[in-house]
């Protein structure tokens, strides 16, 4: 059932944008958004706030004490926000939507560019 809700969303959102119907990709996407609408909701306005467009990591944080000091700009998520923030990152991993990037402790995950360019021009 909720396949089918998925491929119908989808091929209801191809309908009006005038396009081709969803790749498989589309259909990991729109799961993410299903299973953690608030998260992938505020990637997005991360990704389309970025003039610069080249903005690709995240870091999960604690809460928003916690400072992370970095000269590379990074979208910070913190678990405060997003409680179940650690599993909702592990999914996005195994589906192979984020990278693990880390150098050290700290985890920080690079958005695959397909995952990028799909937060960047689907409407929400």
Same mark, same amino acid.
């Given at each position: 059932?909720? !396949? +089918?809700?998925? /491929?119908? &969303? &989808? $091929?209801?959102? &191809?309908?009006?944008?005038?396009? $081709?119907? &969803?790749?498989?990709?589309?259909?990991?996407?729109?799961? /993410?958004?299903?299973? =953690?609408?608030?998260?992938?909701?505020? =990637?997005? *306005?991360?990704?389309? *706030?970025?003039?610069?467009? @080249?903005?690709?990591?995240?870091?999960? @944080?604690?809460?928003?004490?916690?400072?992370?000091? *970095? $000269? +590379?700009?990074?979208?910070?998520?913190?678990?405060?926000?997003?409680?179940?923030?650690?599993?909702? =990152?592990?999914? @996005?991993?195994? =589906?192979? @939507?984020?990278?693990?990037?880390?150098?050290?402790?700290?985890?920080?995950?690079?958005?695959? *560019?397909?995952? !990028?360019? !799909?937060?960047?021009?689907? $409407?929400?």
């Amino acid at each position: 059932m909720e !396949w +089918k809700s998925d /491929a119908e &969303a &989808a $091929a209801a959102r &191809a309908l009006e944008h005038r396009r $081709a119907p &969803a790749t498989e990709s589309e259909g990991v996407f729109l799961e /993410a958004e299903r299973l =953690m609408p608030g998260l992938v909701a505020e =990637m997005r *306005s991360d990704v389309r *706030s970025d003039d610069t467009q @080249l903005v690709r990591e995240i870091v999960p @944080l604690r809460s928003h004490s916690v400072v992370f000091g *970095s $000269a +590379k700009a990074r979208f910070p998520y913190f678990e405060t926000d997003h409680p179940t923030l650690r599993l909702q =990152m592990d999914w @996005l991993l195994d =589906m192979g @939507l984020v990278i693990d990037v880390r150098p050290a402790n700290t985890p920080i995950y690079r958005i695959t *560019s397909e995952f !990028w360019s !799909w937060l960047r021009d689907t $409407a929400s």
